[in-house]
């Protein structure tokens, strides 16, 4: 995209559509996943297969935790690194998805809970770009991201996920990535395909809740007792599910997939809403 031209054939093809795109909340687990062929990484592709090619990707991810909400709204997102400890092969990776300035302007107008900033320096970190590319590895398709206001409580992010829903009527599809049960500071290696006991015991009942439509619980995740605290010592690897149920219809049916506790403490268990 490399003029204005260009930019308004994206925003014009963004127009309003009878059906509306599914949410997406999914279980990101290791950046490894984004390059190692496994039954995770597999179930991404096959949802590229699935979904109706959407105009536009916006992704709410753990890893852009900022004071205040900011978009991507640069033409070419840069493909974001951010960690450390694995092999090159994974550092190698670009995924040159383009980006949308007109679509980050409308989203951005769109909010009125509060301001939220038009960001020309972040691009896609792993928590997007390793499950974007393996649905859609021809990188045509615009991808922006949302970033996660730390400052905020959990209620201010499942309203403020309400505010974008009429972005899934023009085809843009949304997804949260983290994982529901996240607690790197107690993972066990050799617990490989399995986890804690009360890790399995709260993924099972964040998805009773979850399919249940009782979403006040999943918000007030701190009243859920000892297996919450464990389950989320910090905030930001949950809050993209709440930015997914704050976005579900009534009448809409939810789905789970890459169920799986894994190194005792990872949740990877996945949510799919239309």
Known sequence: MNSLQDLKKLSDNLSTQENKTPLLFIGHGSP???????????NWVQLGKEIVPPKAVLCISAHWFTRGTHITAMEKPQ????????????????????????????AASIIHKTNVG??????????????????????????????????????FHYELAKEFSSLRKKGVLIIGSGNMVHNLGILNWNLTNSGYDWA????EKFKKLILSGDHAPLIKY???GQAAKL????????????????????NESVSFFNDKTLMGSISMTSVKIA
Do not use: C
């Open 231 to 250: 389950s989320i010592p910090t905030p930001e690897h949950y809050l993209p599910l709440l930015y997914t149920l704050g976005l579900k219809e009534e």
């Open 118 to 155: 038009l960001d020309h320096e972040w691009g896609l970190d792993h928590g997007t770009w390793s499950v974007v590319r393996r649905m859609y590895p021809e990188a045509k398709i615009p991808v922006l991201q949302l970033s996660i206001d730390y400052t905020k409580g959990p209620q």
């Open 32 to 42: 490894m996943n984004g390059i190692e062929d496994n039954e995770f990484s597999e």
């Open 79 to 106: 493909t974001i690194h951010d960690f450390g400890g694995f092999p090159k092969q994974l550092f190698d990776v670009q995924y040159p998805a383009p980006g949308d300035p007109i679509l980050a302007k409308e």
């Open 200 to 203: 399995i015991e709260m993924n």
């Open 222 to 224: 701190e009243t859920l």
